[in-house]
């Protein structure tokens, strides 16, 4: 059973921008925290933006801060991450992932996981 979809990967120039979404087929209690993780070639997998179902507090990563808003539609159980000023370096498989406890960042705090969708960003 698919629970999380990811859409709205594709290829940008840099200094482009791109709307990832994930809908969530799964109970309320399960996505408390709904979040974003990307991977490039050879590296770990890193935290990018998480959000609070309840409350809408979010959360971000070093790397993304300043450039990215993650945002939801709980009535859609979907969540959005908007990536601005894309940079090269941005280039990897986006993960949504959901998580039954709040303000989780860590990837071991998210029991379900999205098929990824690829961004890359051209130079």
């Known amino acids: 059973q698919v629970h999380l979809v990811e859409s709205g990967g594709g290829l940008v120039q840099a200094g482009g921008s791109l709307r990832l979404s994930c809908v969530a087929s799964?109970?309320?209690?399960?996505?408390?925290?709904m979040g974003w993780f990307r991977q490039a070639p050879g590296k770990e997998r890193e935290f990018v933006a998480g959000?609070?179902?309840?409350?809408?507090?979010?959360n971000y990563g070093d790397s993304v801060k300043g450039r990215c808003t993650i945002s939801r539609d709980n009535a859609k159980s979907t969540v959005y991450l908007q990536m601005n000023s894309l940079k090269p370096e941005d280039t990897a498989v986006y993960f949504c992932?959901?998580?039954?406890?709040?303000?989780?960042?860590?990837?071991?705090?998210?029991?379900?996981w999205g098929q990824g969708t690829q961004v890359t960003v051209s130079s």
């Open positions: 799964l109970r309320t209690s399960s996505r408390n925290t």
């Open positions: 992932a959901a998580a039954d406890v709040f303000g989780a960042t860590m990837q071991y705090e998210y029991t379900y």
């Open positions: 959000i609070n179902r309840s409350t809408g507090r979010t």
